[in-house]
């Protein structure tokens, strides 16, 4: 399956970095620099988020390669 354009290629990848920097900017933020609370229903919200998104994004990367070795029939790819 090829994507229609550049845009549907990067939103994966794209959603992890954010979601990576979101999280690593909170973490630094939360009580280090300012006097920021951040509620922790916030952080489970965000936890549960991340746990979907980057395991979502490594089963459909692996079930593409899975796929495409099924095609092919390579099994170095």
Do not use: C
Request: net charge neutral.
């Amino acid at each position: 399956m090829k994507p229609d354009n550049q845009l549907s290629r990067l939103i994966r990848p794209t959603l992890i970095i954010w979601l990576t920097a979101l999280f690593s900017a909170l973490m630094v933020i939360d009580g280090n620099f300012y006097d920021i609370t951040i509620k922790d229903v916030y952080i489970k919200v965000l936890e549960s988020i991340l746990i979907v998104v980057y395991g979502s994004y490594f089963i459909a990367k692996s079930a593409e390669h899975i796929t495409r070795i099924n095609n092919k029939g390579d099994s170095d790819v």
